[in-house]
């Protein structure tokens, strides 16, 4: 326990670290201590600011009398050193010119305050910086928890860029309706009325009598603030700044989608100019929509977009005084202790249990205004089927495939598609194996390939064909996932793709879909059901079930899973609980099997499975279900219906040949 309290201690002393933009003490930024005999105070300066040649004099003579009158210039005297030394420092030091320049009204009300970065505020800070210290465009998509700060972050962010490092550089911040636009609009204003004139002399005007477009007319820089409720007062050309705020809350208006707005800024920002932004924040409102479609192109990086996320227990405030921290981590349940894994202090926990009381128990609705992690942000409804930290105790097994590509081999038809198997690389190809097969160790019931029938357009469904190494469990390990088909393609060249990498992966036993239960015609089932009795005869390790619809005791085949309400059921519990033990693992309280999943789309799919109204389970409107779907049935059948490995008879026959010999 005495563990426990050190490492709470250590957390909460980072959480409370001293910080002083105004000297630098305690910034994150990359700062070097400056020290002159005529400055009040020690100060930490940017080590950019501390590059440039006239300030490395300065620091070498030690103070701004000296440095005066070593240069002997009429022009020049110690207030005017002073005001240089400030005004470069403005330039370099954005936290500095925040707590200098900068006033906010406080959320609670009251005077006008300098605004000083928070916690979350300076990580949010680090990640533009990190961008602008590489010379790149500062484009990021920030999921926001609760009432930090972000947006304003960036707004101010912009007005410091417009203000103090770029002419003829115009901003657009777009919020979600009039009300959220009026709010901004106001927080601009009062920044130019309360900012000091003495170190910068700049006004906000009007724009040719706009009322939605204001001008910095010293810096011949605009300024436009429109909503989606108006989506006219929104102009996207010659932009080098665009914030978009609540995309999330977004709503189609006059014709206009809230993706046409992110496609009209894209098509107008310069890609690749130091200082151009593009920010699109949101508190996360599902899965599914637009908000959450732009974040995961962001994680896929596919957008040139930085996803940042930033928790609610990486806020300071978020925190209730304990003083009984042994008592209070001995009564942790499983969440309490995921909480502690992702860093949170026990003041933190106890903060997060009586706001959870405030919201009535209701873990999704906590879960969303106060998530632990990015993935928990995006909560379809309160009715998810694979709780969150099942999902992330399986995200932290995945990782790259090391094979993309597709299965070919001398036909794709018929029984010379399993003539000369071979792998073909492309980086775009349908085909992710994250272990290749073992064939030099053979084992019947090792492997198992599972698949899922989808469609052929690229708006239907799509195909699923999954294999698992089952040889872990004869040690009690548990079994993994090694690799995932995932195209559009006709069913019967989808089934012998299944049977050419059944037979690659050491004949493994094909578990078919034979219906398309939920999605398909009621006659599909039959099509594919030949298509299955044609391939049997040169592929034969394929899974038999009995046929419900028998007359009689007798055992009537059917050859693939036959997917309806019972056996979806058995195939989705049998998922779940191995994403729970999987979880369970964390906490050495594992009892039965899971499984190891390497595919990150398989848990991103699981994010968006849920119970609807009717009781029916699938992905929420606008996600797919099919990784998880082939998973459940690959799984059941791995760990319910197949023996445990065994090494083929043939080779115990050699193994026993070999012992008797040496007698």
């Given amino acids: 326990m005495s563990s426990v309290f050190e490492e709470n201690k250590r957390r909460n002393e980072l959480l409370d670290q001293y910080y002083n933009p105004l000297t630098g003490e305690g910034s994150w930024q990359e700062r070097q201590l400056f020290e002159l005999s005529d400055l009040e105070e020690k100060l930490y300066l940017p080590v950019s600011m501390l590059n440039l040649a006239w300030v490395q004099e300065l620091g070498r003579i030690g103070s701004f009398s000296e440095f005066v009158k070593l240069h002997n210039n009429p022009l020049l005297d110690e207030g005017i050193i002073k005001d240089l030394f400030q005004d470069t420092r403005l330039d370099h030091d954005f936290e500095f010119w925040c707590a200098k320049c900068v006033k906010i009204k406080p959320k609670r009300g009251g005077d006008f305050i300098p605004f000083i970065l928070n916690f979350p505020q300076r990580m949010l800070w680090q990640e533009q910086k990190s961008m602008i210290d590489k010379g790149l465009p500062i484009f990021f998509v920030l999921l926001k928890s609760r009432q930090f700060g972000g947006s304003t972050e960036i707004d101010i962010l912009a007005n410091y860029i417009q203000i103090r490092i770029k002419t003829n550089w115009n901003s657009l911040i777009a919020a979600h309706i009039n009300q959220g636009a009026s709010n901004i609009r106001s927080m601009t204003t009062n920044l130019f009325k309360y900012y000091p004139q003495k170190i910068d002399k700049i006004t906000l005007k009007p724009f040719e009598h706009t009322q939605n477009i204001k001008i910095i007319p010293e810096r011949s820089n605009k300024i436009t603030i429109g909503s989606m409720e108006t989506p006219d007062s929104i102009r996207t050309d010659d932009l080098k700044i665009a914030h978009v705020s609540e995309y999330g809350l977004m709503k189609t208006t006059l014709g206009k989608t809230p993706e046409d707005l992110i496609q009209s800024i894209i098509g107008t920002l310069p890609m690749d100019e130091p200082y151009t932004m593009f920010a699109v924040e ?60 992702q860093g949170a202090t026990l003041e933190g926990i106890k903060f997060y249990h009586k706001q959870l009381s405030l919201f009535g128990g209701d873990d999704w609705r ?135 990498l059944s037979k690659l992966y050491d004949n493994a036993l094909f578990v078919p879909e034979e219906n398309s239960f939920d999605r398909e015609k009621e006659e599909d089932g039959e099509h594919f059901q030949t298509i299955l009795v044609q391939i049997k005869d040169f592929y034969r390790n394929i899974y038999i079930r009995n046929d419900e619809e028998k007359v009689g005791n007798d055992f009537v085949p059917k050859y693939g899973w036959n997917t309806n309400r019972k056996t979806k059921g058995l195939a989705m519990d049998t998922l779940r609980n191995a994403a729970r033990e999987r979880s369970n693992a964390e906490f050495d309280k594992q009892d039965g099997y899971s499984y190891i999943e390497p595919d990150e789309r398989a848990c991103s799919e699981m994010d968006c499975f849920e119970i609807k109204q009717s009781g029916k389970l699938g992905a929420i409107d606008g996600s797919n279900d099919d990784l998880v779907l082939a998973t459940g049935i690959g799984l059941h059948v791995a760990l319910h219906i197949m023996p445990l490995p065994r090494l083929r008879a043939q080779i115990q026959q050699q193994i026993r040949r070999r012992n008797m010999s040496t007698f």
């Fill in 282 to 341: 949101s508190t996360a409102k599902g899965v599914g929509n637009a908000f959450h479609r732009l974040w995961q192109q962001a994680v896929a990086g596919t957008n040139g977009m930085r996803p940042v996320f930033i928790p609610w227990l990486k806020d300071p405030k978020n925190r209730i005084e304990l003083t009984n921290h042994d008592e209070f981590y001995k009564s942790f349940s499983n969440y309490d202790l995921f909480l502690w894994k």
């Fill in 366 to 500: 906590m879960q969303s205004e106060f998530p632990t992690t990015a993935n928990e942000s995006f909560q379809s409804t309160g009715n998810r089927f694979f709780p969150q930290h099942y999902v992330l105790a399986l995200r932290k097994d995945n990782k790259e495939p090391i094979f993309k590509g597709e299965v070919v081999a001398d036909s794709t038809l018929g029984k010379n598609s399993l003539n000369n198997i071979r792998l073909e690389t492309n980086n775009q190809g349908n085909l992710w194996i994250w272990e290749f097969p073992d064939t030099k160790n053979q084992y019947d019931y090792r492997y198992v390939v599972s698949m899922d029938i989808g469609g052929t357009t690229d708006q239907a469904d799509y195909s699923i064909i999954r294999a698992f190494d089952r040889l872990p469990m004869l040690k009690g390990e548990d079994p993994r996932a090694v690799f995932t088909w995932k195209g559009h393609i006709d069913q019967d060249l989808l089934a012998h793709k299944g049977i050419q």
